[in-house]
């Protein structure tokens, strides 16, 4: 009896760091996608940056649509979601840089 105690105990100690195993793992896939998906975004921000420029100014106006078209497809929820926050901040710096 005793042998299938210890066996029980060890059985549940390695069923839950299993579980703790695969709770972290699913939070790195997570933040990876998050962090991927900022990238990607940062991206679209700088090739629509340099889309916008003509050879005299900034096209100011189509800057902001290309953004505010990406805002609109940007779903809410999900590692996605991240190009919300993303695409406002850069577009910002973007401004900045072509009062």
Do not use: C, Y
């Amino acid at each position: 009896m005793t042998n299938l105690g210890a066996l029980d105990r060890a059985k549940a100690e390695i069923d839950g760091a299993f579980a703790r195993a695969r709770e972290e793992v699913s939070a790195s896939t997570t933040a990876l996608e998050e962090a991927n998906q900022r990238t990607f975004a940062v991206r679209f921000v700088l090739t629509t940056a340099l889309a916008s420029r003509r050879w005299f100014r900034f096209d100011r106006k189509a800057f902001e649509a290309a953004i505010a078209e990406a805002i609109k497809a940007t779903p809410n929820e999900g590692p996605k979601a991240v190009w919300h926050e993303v695409l406002k901040t850069e577009s910002q710096r973007v401004f900045e840089m072509n009062p």
